[in-house]
């Protein structure tokens, strides 16, 4: 569970919902919303649930959440999100027929964590079933700025600021993440259960789809 001053930099506006209007292109460049509107989609690490928001708006039927820091956000949400850890996702094999983490795998840590978040999705992805993720890659650029960041050397806009202050937040892990990044690469691109099927890596994100065969 995320600590209450991350929740306050993360959350904090206008910010939170300028990150919430970008998610939808996106969701675009990954092929989401092209899927079928009659899917069982699970978003890990939903966070207070953007993206299911967008989804549910854009008559997606069958989608839930779970996420390890509960939001009050959550009670009035018109899908369910469940408390949890995904590294332990509280669903049967064979669930889902898509599977989303959106600017999360940082958070779990190292590379034990996002092995064992895989091996997760795999179990409760249908065979065929897709895994969808946007992080951040451990990139000369991304780790430029993260330092220019901390520092408060490049905060020259709110929203940089507000990022700033979610870094020394996240740091913990992130730095953790960062220097295994080395062996999360390619344990996403041909180490884990689920098969890539696409993968591009634009200035500070990558996105991927990974397939259950
Ligand atoms: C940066 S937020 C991303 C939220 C959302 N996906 C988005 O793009 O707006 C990361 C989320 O991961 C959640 N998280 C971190 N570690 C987790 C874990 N082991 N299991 C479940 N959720 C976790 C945090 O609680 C937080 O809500």
Not at 46 to 51: K, L, P, Q
Not at 70 to 89: L, N
Not at 150 to 166: E, H, P, Q, S, V
Request: net charge positive.
């Amino acid at each position: 569970m995320e600590s209450v001053s991350w929740q306050s930099a993360h959350y904090e506006e206008p910010y939170s919902s300028q990150r919430k209007a970008k998610l939808l292109a996106k969701l675009a460049k990954l092929g989401v919303l092209k899927l079928d509107r009659g899917a069982h989609i699970l978003d890990t690490c939903c966070g207070r649930g953007d993206a299911l928001d967008l989804l549910f708006k854009r008559g997606f039927k069958y989608i839930e959440g779970v996420d390890a820091t509960p939001h009050p956000d959550w009670v009035t949400a018109p899908f369910k999100i469940h408390e949890s850890d995904v590294r332990k996702i509280p669903f049967a094999d064979n669930t889902f027929d898509y599977v989303i983490n959106l600017h999360a795998l940082h958070h779990l840590t190292d590379y034990q964590g996002v092995k064992k978040f895989l091996i997760e999705c795999h179990r409760v992805l249908k065979p065929d079933g897709k895994l969808f993720i946007i992080d951040f890659p451990a990139s000369p650029q991304i780790k430029l700025l993260f330092f220019l960041l901390r520092k408060r050397i490049f905060t020259i806009t709110g929203g940089l600021k507000n990022f700033a202050n979610i870094l020394d937040e996240e740091w913990s892990y992130l730095s953790k993440y960062l220097q295994e990044w080395p062996a999360i690469h390619p344990l996403l691109q041909h180490q884990c259960p689920l098969d890539l099927e696409h993968s591009k890596q634009e200035f500070f994100l990558f996105y991927y789809i990974l397939v259950k065969r």
